[in-house]
């Protein structure tokens, strides 16, 4: 089984201790097995959710984004819209601001046009008027997938804890700028 072979792998590069179902989710995800990925994505997001955990919106929007590709909008948009009300519940909104236009651009990509809307005027409703102003990376070369869970690294995902390490969204594993 390609996902036993993989999990061993990764598992013996580990530093940190990372939940091997978050590494499946990832491995699914990124295989293009979405239906599988959404499925780990949402026990792993209810979970994080029901203890308040800091990373359960990124968990609600990837297994949302999952049932998406899946061609399960439907099923899909519960967790997109709970990831982002979870946001705007923090008061995170610089990254309502950014994990919100992405979803309504996926959402429009995929065809999802009144969904996106419908979104869209949410977002316009709770967002404060004037955008904060956000440090905008300066196109940072971090590894295309965190080395401890194999969650693909966007700089617009990860937090940046100093200059050179950001943290990933889904583990929480420190991860080095490769410059
Ligand atoms: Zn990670």
């Known amino acids: 089984m390609m996902r036993r072979v993989f999990r061993r792998h990764i598992r013996k590069s580990l ?29 792993i997001a209810r979970a994080a959710d029901g203890r308040g955990g800091p990373r359960a919106p990124l968990f609600h929007l990837q297994a949302g984004r999952a049932r998406v590709l899946a061609g399960q909008a439907a099923l899909g948009i519960p967790s997109l819209e709970r990831g982002l009300e979870l946001l ?27 969904e996106a809307d419908k979104i869209a005027a949410w977002l316009e409703s709770v967002l404060p008027k004037v955008p904060s102003i ?46």
Request: aromatic share 8%; proline share 9%; net charge negative.
């Open 88 to 114: 705007a519940q923090r008061g995170q909104f610089p990254r309502l601001r950014r994990f919100g236009t992405r979803t309504v651009n996926e959402l429009t990509e995929h065809g999802l046009k009144s």
């Open 15 to 43: 530093a940190q201790e990372v939940p091997p179902i978050l590494q499946e989710a990832n491995f699914a995800f990124s295989k293009g097995e979405y239906g599988r990925a959404a499925e780990l994505f949402e026990q």
């Open 134 to 179: 956000e440090a905008t990376s300066k196109g940072p070369a971090l590894p295309r997938h965190c080395p401890s869970c194999g969650a693909p690294l966007r700089p617009d995902e990860v937090e940046w804890l100093d200059e050179v390490t950001a943290e990933c969204g889904y583990c929480g594993s420190p991860v080095k700028d490769e410059h």
